[in-house]
């Protein structure tokens, strides 16, 4: 990617602005959430998210099209690893790179905390979302049994090394846009 183009972002994701979530935006995450999953967080669990942000344990952000948010993802710290909570995109918006910049901010926000791994659980049948984990470098490391709804089984998902220098590589590679 050349100096220029890296400076005007991916020329799929024109426009596109990656900033930490605020309260402002909630109500414009409301209709992704609700077309992301069959159990969607209420405004109420994203401002609480919030403000658990305020006291450094969690971290969101947000991408967005001039007002209109395109996607969001957050995560929460444990002692020595970073659990991902949540990540979606508008499905106007998906297959362009933006959830791979928003993990990728999540992971720098990770390494810059202390954390040295990343961990998540995702939906067996959601292999779209697992090749995109797939492509940070997170591994399958067992199964949550019937954990979605009491029905759907989650696989545990890890991502360790996270604070090498070949990790850190891995992702300026991956999103050059969230270097840091
Ligand atoms: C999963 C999700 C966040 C991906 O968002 P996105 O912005 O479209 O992802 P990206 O464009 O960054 O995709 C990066 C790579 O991940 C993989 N990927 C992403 N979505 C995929 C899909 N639906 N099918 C197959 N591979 C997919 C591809 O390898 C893709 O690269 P490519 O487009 O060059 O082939 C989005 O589909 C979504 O919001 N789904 C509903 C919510 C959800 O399932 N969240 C995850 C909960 S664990």
């Known amino acids: 990617m050349s100096v220029l183009s ?11 602005v990656v900033e930490p979530l605020r309260r402002r ?12 999953y069959p159990k969607p967080w209420s405004a109420a ?21 001039g007002n209109d948010v395109v ?13 991902v909570t949540n990540i979606a995109v ?5 297959r362009r790179g933006i959830a791979t910049r928003l993990l990728a901010e999540l992971a720098w926000a990770a ?17 779209g979302a697992q090749a995109l984990y797939e492509r940070f470098g997170f591994e399958s490391a067992g199964i949550r049994t019937k954990y979605y709804e009491n029905v759907e089984d989650a ?12 990790y850190r590589t891995r992702l300026r590679e991956l999103s050059p846009e969230a270097a840091r």
């Open 90 to 94: 508008a499905r106007s918006h998906q």
């Open 111 to 127: 390494i810059h905390h202390g954390s040295t791994a990343l961990t998540l659980e995702v939906r067996l049948s959601n292999t």
């Open 25 to 36: 935006h909630v109500a414009g995450m409301m209709p992704i959430e609700n077309a992301s």
């Open 155 to 166: 696989i545990v998902m890890w991502c360790h090394g996270i604070r090498e220098q070949a």
């Open 71 to 83: 996607g969001y993802g957050g995560m929460m710290f444990a002692v020595d690893d970073a659990h």
């Open 45 to 65: 669990v994203f401002n609480s998210e919030i403000e658990m942000m305020r006291r450094g344990e969690r971290c969101y952000v947000v991408a967005r099209e």
């Open 6 to 16: 890296r400076f005007l972002g991916r020329s799929d994701q024109p426009g596109i």
